[in-house]
Antibody
Framework: QVQLVESGGGVVQPGRSLRLSCAASGFTFSNYAMYWVRQAPGKGLEWVAVISSDGSNNYYAESVKGRFTISRDNSKNTLHLQMNSLRVEDTAVFFC?????????????????WGLGTLVTVSS | QSVLTQPPSVSAAPRQRVTISCSGRSSNIGNNAVNWYQQFPGKAPKLLIYYDDLLTSGVSDRFSGSKSGTSASLAISGLQSEDEADYYCAAWDDSLNGWLFGGGTKVTVL
């Protein structure tokens, strides 16, 4: 069965960096777009970033553009999110999610499977 | 403020039917598929509906989705206490080149 396991969360000071990882198993990782979605404490879901199945294309939410970088290693079935210049408002549970469709047609995709999430706390 | 607009909360008695609306624009709901997610407190979201109205395997057929123009809806019929959760709509936005979520709707069973 599909498994997504996030890691790398923790407490970090504003302005510092953190790298999240998501280990995927149970499906052909290189066939699907992958996503990061976050949820601030007591708030709703916010999409963060998407990367195409081959890693050649990506998009970011305006709130993280220029600070976060999404990447993937298809040989290791792993998704990453490099987060730089972290802000207090980046405090959230970060979920990785698998796209539902083979290929990279985002307009018809969906977040089919989700990991349990990893908590990032940005605080001085 | 979410670009996809949902009511913050809806409530109904057991066995009743509730509908959650999700309003957007031509660049998102009007031109792309809408998906619906269910989330219990402290848990990861779960896909309920995709491609506007397709039910995820294993999800109760008491859940249904629909879309018309730039609005979509999630209906829950035969409401049960186990349906108490937060529900989110989501769609890709062609203008933003990004995904949008609705603000979420909390369903309460009276």
């Amino acid at each position: 069965q599909v498994q997504l396991v996030e890691s790398g969360g923790g407490v970090v000071q504003p302005g510092r960096s953190l790298r999240l990882s998501c280990a995927a198993s149970g499906f052909t990782f290189s066939n699907y777009a992958m996503y990061w979605v976050r949820q601030a404490p007591g708030k709703g879901l916010e999409w963060v970033a998407v990367i195409s199945s081959d890693g050649s294309n990506n998009y970011y939410a305006e709130s993280v553009k220029g600070r976060f970088t999404i990447s993937r290693d298809n040989s290791k079935n792993t998704l990453h999110l490099q987060m730089n210049s972290l802000r207090v408002e980046d405090t959230a549970v970060f979920f990785c999610a698998k796209g539902g469709e083979i290929g990279d047609t985002y307009g018809s995709d969906y977040f089919q499977h989700w990991g349990l999430g990893t908590l990032v706390t940005v605080s001085s | 403020q979410s670009v996809l607009t949902q009511p913050p909360s809806v409530s109904a008695a057991p066995r009743q039917r509730v509908t959650i609306s999700c309003s957007g624009r031509s660049s998102n709901i009007g031109n792309n598929a809408v998906n619906w997610y269910q989330q219990f407190p402290g848990k990861a979201p779960k896909l309920l509906i995709y491609y506007d109205d397709l039910l995820t395997s294993g999800v109760s057929d008491r859940f249904s989705g629909s879309k018309s123009g730039t609005s979509a809806s999630l209906a829950i019929s035969g409401l049960q206490s186990e349906d108490e959760a937060d529900y989110y709509c989501a769609a890709w936005d062609d203008s933003l080149n990004g995904w949008l979520f609705g603000g979420g709707t909390k369903v309460t069973v009276l």
